[in-house]
């Protein structure tokens, strides 16, 4: 049975794990995601959640250990941010490279050097290419379910999923939170079921080195080869948002919070100019649509749910009729612009028709306050810009 408690976003991401029943814990702690292991290794200490909890020496480590829990057949999960998941890296690889679906919730934090503890998406964002699924979350309610959708879409598609939210503005910060029952999310999320077995009478090579071209096994059945096994993640993720709507409409019907949609509309019905941005940043963007409304300007807000696998198709349709776009993103691609910004741009690319003029504005890093006024001025001079033809190149910078 349902019930409403109020919950930090590392407290519901870590109750979000005990009800998806997960079976391996690797735990090594960061700032500002720990509260998720230390509640964790609580609720196994109790007895309250039937999970190994391994505590491992190092973010690398625990990759590790979740991707050989992984290859064993158990539900495995970790949770980092920054600099943890910067060393994680070679894992991450690894872990999408075998089509494991662990689940790990990151709470996004800026990267160093200069060190900081606060909060930009640059740690995930900068591990976009690693062949996981992203999801970002606007509050502590996303952050549960969002974690409990993920495990259903990754062992339906064989490919591991971040559940990204902000560090601080969410994992520190108390909201009321829907927390289901757990007959009910065993009803929705029934045990793993590994596609393969480990068996001491039939072992297998996991992993093995392999070549560029196919090759026979020792059945004679073919076997890819090194970019053949590249493509099948590629054609995994290019459909995966066909799973991630239907897992997310399950969800919806039987818990009544629906994430069928890759992307939240707030008044995007009638609006002409729309904020674009994921994570908690799309609350700071509606409170700004409701002063530009009370301005008498037809603004909105698009927050994007699922940056990978990427939904052009459903921005392009969201976004075409338009006729300007402020992207807010907490990240950079040195060099150029942000990632949202330029994959946004290219999802226009080859389209007839009428498209949005695009700019893109970079915000928030290190936990650098986005105050509402802020985000309005960026939106006037978005629309007055877009008016008079004189469109910057490059990203605009907010705060700095």
């Known amino acids: ?33 720990s509260k998720i292991p230390e509640t964790l290794s609580g609720y196994v200490e109790r007895g309250l959640l039937k999970a190994e909890f391994v505590r491992v020496e190092s973010e690398h480590s625990a990759m590790g250990v979740c991707i050989a829990a992984s290859i064993a057949g158990a539900r495995a999960f970790t949770a980092t941010a920054s600099n943890g998941l910067a060393y994680m890296h070679e894992q991450l690889h690894w872990a999408a490279g075998s089509r494991l679906p662990i689940v790990m919730p990151v709470a996004n934090r800026g990267v160093g050097a200069p060190w900081t503890i606060l ?73 793993y079921v590994p596609f393969h077995t480990l068996d001491p009478e039939n072992p297998v090579n996991i992993n093995p080195v392999v070549l560029s071209d196919t090759v026979a096994d020792p059945d004679g059945v073919p076997s890819p080869g090194y970019m053949g096994f590249r493509y099948r993640l590629q054609k995994s993720l290019e459909d995966g948002l066909a799973v991630i709507r239907q897992t997310g409409r399950e969800f919806g019907e039987l818990f009544g919070r629906s994430y069928e949609d890759p992307l939240f509309h707030y008044q995007t019905e009638d609006a002409d100019f729309l904020f674009v941005a994921m994570g908690a940043i799309v609350g700071e963007a509606s409170e700004a649509v409701d002063a530009l409304r009370g301005q008498g300007v037809k603004a909105g807000v698009l927050g994007v749910r699922v940056y990978r696998p990427f939904p052009a198709a459903e921005l392009y349709q969201a976004l075409r009729q338009r006729r300007v776009v402020a992207v807010v993103e907490k990240a950079i691609s040195y060099g150029y612009e942000g990632a949202l910004a330029s994959e946004l741009k290219a999802a226009f690319y080859g389209k007839s028709g009428p498209a949005p003029v695009i700019f893109n504005y970079i915000a928030g890093l290190g936990g650098k306050d986005v105050a509402t006024a802020d985000l309005v001025q960026a939106a006037s001079e978005s629309i007055a810009a877009a008016k008079s033809g004189t469109v910057p190149d490059r990203a605009q910078w907010i705060g700095c």
């Open 1 to 33: 049975m349902e019930q409403t408690l109020i919950l930090t976003g590392a407290q519901a991401a870590a109750e979000a794990a005990r009800l998806s029943r997960v079976q391996v814990v690797a735990a090594y702690p960061i700032t500002p995601q």
């Open 119 to 191: 909060n930009d998406c640059q740690d995930t964002i900068s591990q976009r290419d690693t062949g996981w699924m992203q999801f970002y979350c606007m509050n502590n309610q996303e952050v549960l379910d969002l974690v409990i959708v993920a495990f259903k879409a990754a062992e339906r598609l064989l490919i591991p999923c971040m559940v990204c939210f902000d560090g601080f503005l969410l994992s520190h910060t108390f909201m009321p939170v829907a927390m289901p029952g757990q007959q009910e999310v065993d009803s929705f999320l029934p045990p």
